[in-house]
């Protein structure tokens, strides 16, 4: 998730915590972006010198004036929980308790309005940070009353230096009914421990995390199955990437939608389903996607609704069908990518019809963009014409945008609209249980609630 692709990784030995969290915080905020190297002081090797706390506190000083977003007239802003480290992602629990994931493997429980929290999950032990790794997403079970299930996709620690190349998990855990931590492990998907994708076959259970494009979102299904979206592993966006290219093929899992049963099992009738449910192929449901760090579905199509975050060009709002191909990394929005644009496998895709990939909804081109957070649909309670759209973000940009999506074929119905301006870094949006429209800032390190009010 670099912003133009520059690290400054040899700069951390030189400079001061202090000033890195200065610099820290002008990059995330997006201030002065001709200057500005990085989208986020952890994707530039800050870590090496400010610990994820000192960061996050520049940020919080540099937000904490700052007024609440800017939101049409009849909208209200209230902050529900704060005081994260990082935070990633959020799903409610059932009576709208919320898990809050941050970066550095922990989740949270809160109650949204009430102060305090308590851990349910603590991963740090085994978990990588460097750059944008961490926990990327949380999702509750359909059936939690039932089960007790949470999900998360994370990323290992590496065996050698933080930086070096590892992989990601998606698991399950158990909520104990009478408190404490989350126990029983279950992995889904990413059962390979090894130091990188790319020495094994693409047919093996990895997911590739060789830098930072980790994806990731779970959504479930009506029938309980699990739409995951994938990152391909890369990140660089200087050089080939060789995961990058498995993202064309459906045997890998590498920047990927995939559809599985609870169990982690393909789901029969999946486009590239081959008759075996632990095939990677029979639980694939789109390919060509390079960064897809949030996803929704369309509840009235099931189809999923992706942002998927771009390299030197465009941001994505994509919808992915069944068998859809984004294009990654032949194509960025709606233009060849020039870095791959001779590799065998573009110069292959380049020879069909275009007609056989599934282009964007939204591109957004840089400047104008440079992080896009995909999405949810709106609240019921939400009047004309917000009623019915589909709200995503930008987590550098600090707005959030609303397009209607045609039901069934997935088109847009005109132009998306700002909702929201200086929000600070929005990295989720979700409708809570209550019918109200929920965002988790970054920047602040708060979780947000919107009301209509009129």
């Known amino acids: 998730m670099q912003l133009r692709n520059t690290r400054l990784l040899t700069a951390a030995g030189r400079i001061g915590p202090g000033v890195l969290i200065a610099i820290a915080v002008v990059a995330v905020l997006g201030i002065g972006t001709a200057g500005a190297l990085c989208k986020l002081a952890l994707n530039c090797g800050y870590g090496h010198v400010a610990s994820d706390a000192e960061i996050l506190r520049g940020l919080q000083q540099a ?11 009849g909208f209200r802003e209230d902050v529900v929980a704060n005081g994260f480290t990082y935070p990633t992602d959020f799903a409610f629990l059932p009576g709208g308790d919320v ?16 102060p305090g929290r308590h851990v349910v999950l603590d991963l740090r032990s085994r978990i990588a940070t460097f750059d944008y790794r961490g926990i ?14 949470f999900y998360v996709l994370y990323v290992l620690r590496p065996r050698g230096h933080e930086d070096d190349t590892t992989v990601a998990r998606f698991s ?65 966006d200087t050089r080939i990437e060789p995961t990058a290219l498995q ?5 890998s899992l590498s920047g990927k939608i995939l559809h599985i049963e609870p169990s982690g099992d393909g789901v029969p009738g999946n486009p590239w389903w081959n008759g075996d449910p632990h095939a990677n192929r029979s639980k694939v449901w789109a390919i060509g996607l390079r960064n897809p760090f949030r996803l929704t579905l369309d509840q009235r199509s099931s189809i999923p609704i992706i942002g998927d975050v771009g390299a030197n060009l465009f941001e994505e709002v994509d919808a992915a069908p069944p068998g859809a191909n984004l294009g990654w990394p032949c194509y960025e929005g709606v233009a060849r990518e020039a ?23 939204v591109d957004l081109s840089h400047p104008s963009a440079d992080v896009v957070v995909g999405g949810t649909f709106s609240p019921a309670g939400f009047p004309p014409p917000y009623r019915g759209a589909y709200f995503f973000g930008d987590w550098t940009r600090g707005w959030v945008r609303y397009v209607h999506i045609a039901p069934g074929d997935a088109r847009i119905l005109g132009r998306p609209r700002v909702f929201a301006r200086r929000a600070p870094g929005p990295v989720a949006l979700h409708v809570g249980p209550d ?16 009301a209509y009010v009129g």
């Open 172 to 236: 399950s855990f158990v909520l104990p009914t009478r408190g404490g931590p989350a126990t029983h492990e279950h992995v889904l998907v990413g059962s390979v421990t090894a130091r990188t994708c790319s020495t094994l076959p693409a047919t093996a259970d990895c997911l590739p995390s060789d830098l930072d494009h980790d994806g990731a979102q779970a959504a479930f299904a009506r029938d309980g199955t699990i739409f995951l979206a994938t990152g391909d592993g890369g990140g660089h």
């Open 63 to 73: 937000n904490a004036n700052a007024p609440k977003a800017s939101l049409p007239p």
């Open 99 to 114: 898990l809050v994931a941050v970066k550095n493997g922990l989740v949270y429980r809160v109650t949204p309005g009430h």
């Open 339 to 361: 870095l791959y644009s001779k590799t065998a496998a573009c110069v292959s895709l380049y020879r069909k019809p275009r007609s056989g990939l599934t282009w964007p909804l």
């Open 247 to 251: 993202a064309q093929n459906p045997n």
């Open 435 to 450: 019918g109200l429209l929920y965002y988790l800032n970054l920047n602040s390190g708060d979780l947000r609630r919107i």
């Open 136 to 149: 990327m997403t949380v999702a509750v079970s359909p059936t939690f009353a039932r089960d007790r299930r």
